[in-house]
T-cell receptor, first 114, second 115 residues
Framework: DVKVTQSSRYLVKRTGEKVFLECVQD?????MFWYRQDPGLGLRLIYF???????EKGDIPEGYSVSREKKERFSLILESASTNQTSMYLC?????????????FGNGTRLTVT | AQSVTQLGSHVSVSEGALVLLRCNYS??????LFWYVQYPNQGLQLLLK??????LVKGINGFEAEFKKSETSFHLTKPSAHMSDAAEYFC?????????????FGAGTRLFVKA
């Protein structure tokens, strides 16, 4: 079965810390995505990657960076965490260059920045 | 700008009643449309997707959606709600983007089912 695994379910970090959120997929998918989910705003795309070492900015990339050194792993980095980055973070992957490939999601990481 | 609008952040129905969750999209290119469901403390999972093969799309758990180009809509329905349908539902569209494509989501509609 398809699986996207996010390394942490809950994280609590302090303002100014560097934070790493890790995501691994076991489906050999080309595309990987990071979204943040906030009440009333739905999911907003932070970054995505359609190939190893490739990355594209989404709609809200400010304050974030990403790394994709291997096909199965996509990391989201908060260079200096701030309280407005407290949110649920969802990783997803999809197959190939097809517009109608659905996204497969992890269970999310709830990050609290204090 | 491309967008997805879900009308109603909360919908409440009685068990056994019709479920109707509304989604409208704006797109200058043929849309690739999806509905996802999120149960508490979980990620999203695919309910159904529009592939242009048919305007009425059937998904899991008895849900279906109808693509209406003239109305730019892709509303989700289920004839008879069950308590287990209580969840948050997201409409989404995949769009071309430099270097690939991206999926954008509506704000979500939380469905409550009353006994």
């Amino acid at each position: 079965d398809v699986k996207v695994t996010q390394s942490s379910r809950y994280l609590v970090k302090r303002t100014g810390e560097k934070v790493f959120l890790e995501c691994v997929q076991d489906m050999d998918h080309e595309n990987m995505f990071w979204y943040r989910q906030d009440p009333g705003l739905g999911l907003r795309l932070i970054y995505f990657s359609y190939d190893v070492k490739m990355k594209e900015k989404g709609d809200i990339p400010e304050g974030y960076s990403v790394s994709r050194e291997k096909k199965e792993r996509f990391s989201l980095i908060l260079e200096s965490a701030s309280t407005n980055q407290t949110s649920m973070y969802l990783c997803a992957s999809s197959l190939g260059r097809s517009y109608n490939s659905p996204l497969h999601f992890g269970n999310g990481t709830r990050l609290t920045v204090t | 700008a491309q967008s997805v609008t879900q009308l109603g952040s909360h919908v409440s129905v009685s068990e056994g009643a019709l479920v109707l969750l509304r989604c409208n999209y704006s797109s200058s290119v043929p849309p690739y449309l999806f509905w996802y469901v999120q149960y508490p403390n979980q990620g999203l999972q695919l309910l159904l997707k529009y592939t242009s093969a048919a305007t009425l799309v059937k998904g899991i758990n008895g849900f279906e959606a109808e693509f209406k180009k003239s109305e730019t809509s892709f509303h989700l329905t289920k004839p008879s709600a069950h308590m287990s349908d209580a969840a948050e539902y997201f409409c989404a569209v995949t769009l071309p983007n430099t270097g690939g494509f991206k999926t954008i989501f509506g704000a979500g509609t939380r469905l409550f089912v009353k006994a």
